[in-house]
Structures are given as C-alpha cells and as structure tokens.
C-alpha cells in the first residue's frame, strides 16, 4: 500500500496532486479548543507560495486555504477546534499539463517518473503527481495548526547554502530572512546568490540547496527511547520531504570527526534563578537530543536538497519501451527548489514536535 500519513497521536494525511483540481492535508487529533482560522495558517503558505520572485518557479498559485471541518464557534465566539479531523483544502488555478508532454514520453533522469511506473505500472506525468514539491503546500497548511499545539516553542528555519556557497555565520542575522527571496540571514550572501541562480537559470540548469532548521522553547523530555526517538522522527519528517536527500541533527556528519572531549556537551549546574533541575549546556552538538530525547536545549538540524530534477538541459534517458532518448523539460520550474523549502522544513518540525508533545502528555501527564 501507499503511505499518505504522518505522525502517531497527532497525524496528518495529505491529498492530491500538482495539477489536478486541488491538493490539501487532513490533520487528526487536534486537541480541541484551539483558536483557529484562516488567518492562522494563510501566512505559512505565502511563504512557501510559486511565482514572487524570478529565482523560483513562475507558476502563479494564490495558495488560498479554505478549513471544511474540525472547527465550530465557541462561546467566546472565537472559531476553535472541535477535537475531530480538521480537513484543508487548496485548489489549483495555474496548471500547465500541456508542458508535460514530453514527459509523458521518456522518464526525467532523477525524477520519480521511472520508480513510479515500476511500482503502480502507471504515473501522472503532468508535474509529477505525488511526487512534486506542490504537494508541500498541503504539509506547511497542516504544519500551521501544530504550531497552535506548541505555542511555548518557535520554530525558524533559513537557507544556509545554494550550489555549495555557504553563508558567513559570524555575519548571520536572523532579521535578515525576511528581508530577501532566499531565506538567508547573511545579507551578502543573498547578493551572492542572485548571481549564482540567474545563472543556473538562464542557462537551463537547477541548483541544490541546505537548509537549517532551530526549534527554541522545546523543554526537556519530548521523545522516547529506541523506536520513537525525537530526532529519528525529525529526520524521518524532513526526509519525506520532496528532494531532500540528507538530514543532519546537530553536528551530524561533522560529530564524527570529532573526539569524545570535543563532542561533548559540557553541564554545569542551573543558573541562578532556573530550576535547579535544568543544568546550563556549554555546547550543542548533539542538537538538543540525547538519547531520542530532547535536552531542552534548541533543536538543530540541516536538511540537503537536491537540484531540481526538471531542467532545460537536455539529458539522456530512456523511454517506457526502453529505447534510449534524449529529455529537456519544458514548463515553470524551481531553479533551486530548496529555496522554497525553509516554510516546509518549518512545518514538518513543527507537526513532529507537536506529536511528540502530545505523545509525551499522554505517557507522563502535564508536567
């Protein structure tokens, strides 16, 4: 069978594809009594929205989410949640099936177009179905809501690195993300990157992308030992994520290069004032986690995207009968699909963090 939901206590099925009528998320175990609206998750999709600047697609998407269930109006008369599935829906308007013919043809080296002919023996060329990072919107709706469960924690997630050109992290400011079309908090980074991608996009090419997600405010305690660790989750989530093809949790790849010295996440007794339970943490190379659990130090972890499978380049491929071809994609594509994807790694943090919280509740009570 096909996998469609995420999550344990607090799941989340997504629906539909990139260029059929609609796509949207149905999320389940909402506890009930949160205020919720339109106007809670309409901001979310601006973010991850098609078409606001020429470093990304040019598909013209308003992204309007409409709520057909799982709210009523309470007594204050605030819409809440009622405690049953809350159902999202978003419509496309700018389909383009027409610039997938070709793709209809031969299978896109690097796409799933091949995998999911082999599994189903047939595939929604016109996008990609399932397998476009259209279906994202749904996740970042739904990532929305979770956020409601968690307000004690705060989720920012930025573009690090695009085609292997790394920000400047003495010159990171997080003021900054909002104040260019990659998500970046190193200002002279972004100007860098205008160049980078405007060339990789003139000349039929794709760029891959990293991005760091923090997650502050999480107390100590969320996650379980063994097979439902926080950060397996985490990892789990972002993988899922359309393009993603790597997922670091603090350190990641880098804690292997240290010693067990260097590694270390030094405790020194709470400071005054604190609890006297919560230790002070000199270091954090384990990205808040120890164990599957969190530490209640901020959750850190990097995601990898891969360059756009779809590009103008030609390059060689084979048809479904097997014959060798020649594939250059036409249509509107990210020339960095990573760029768009800080909103979407935000979301899935979120909707894990959310779970884990109501997961952890459910074992130990209140705390």
Not at 124 to 142: C, K, M
Request: some cysteine; charged content about 25%.
């Amino acid at each position: 069978m096909s996998w469609n939901t995420f999550g344990r206590v607090l799941r989340f099925t997504t629906w539909g594809e990139s260029h059929g009528p609609a796509l949207g998320a149905v999320l389940d175990g909402c506890p009930p009594g949160l205020a919720l609206t339109t106007r809670d998750i309409q901001p979310y999709l601006d973010a991850r929205r098609p078409g606001q600047s020429k470093y990304t697609t040019q598909r013209q998407e308003p992204d309007q989410v409409k709520i057909l269930s799982g709210v009523f109006d309470g007594q204050d008369g605030k819409q809440r949640t009622t405690g049953t599935p809350i159902s999202l829906l978003i419509e496309n308007t700018d389909q383009r099936s027409k610039d997938y013919s070709e793709v209809a043809k031969a299978y896109r080296p690097g796409h799933a177009d091949y995998a999911y002919d082999r599994k189903y023996g047939f595939r929604d060329y016109r996008g990609g179905g399932r397998s476009s990072a259209r279906e994202t919107a749904a996740r970042v709706a739904a990532g929305a809501v979770a956020r409601l469960i968690i307000p004690e924690v705060t989720i920012t997630a930025y573009v690090c690195e695009i085609g292997g050109d790394a920000i400047d992290r003495e010159a990171m400011n997080l003021d900054e993300i909002g104040n260019n079309p990659f998500f970046c908090p190193d200002a002279w980074a972004a100007k860098r990157w205008e160049g980078l991608v405007d060339e990789a996009r003139k000349s039929g090419s794709s760029l891959g992308a990293v991005v760091e997600c923090v997650a502050t405010g999480v107390p100590a305690g969320w996650g379980a030992p063994v097979y439902a660790k926080l950060d397996a989750d985490i990892a789990a989530g972002m993988m899922s994520i359309n393009a993603v093809k790597g997922v670091e949790i603090g350190d990641g790849f880098g804690a292997a290069r240290l010693s067990g010295e260097q590694n270390a996440d030094p405790m020194r007794p709470a400071a005054e004032g604190a609890n006297t339970g919560d230790p002070q943490f000199l270091a954090n190379h384990a990205g808040g986690t120890a164990g599957g659990i969190s530490t209640g130090q901020p959750v850190v972890c990097r995601v990898a995207f891969k360059p756009t499978s779809s590009i103008l380049t030609p390059v060689e491929t084979i048809d479904a009968q097997g014959n060798a071809t020649e594939i250059r994609t036409k249509g509107r594509h990210d020339p960095c699909v990573g760029i768009r994807g800080a909103p979407v790694v935000e979301a899935m943090m979120a909707l894990v963090l959310a779970d884990h919280k109501l997961l952890d509740r459910a074992q130990v009570g209140e705390r």
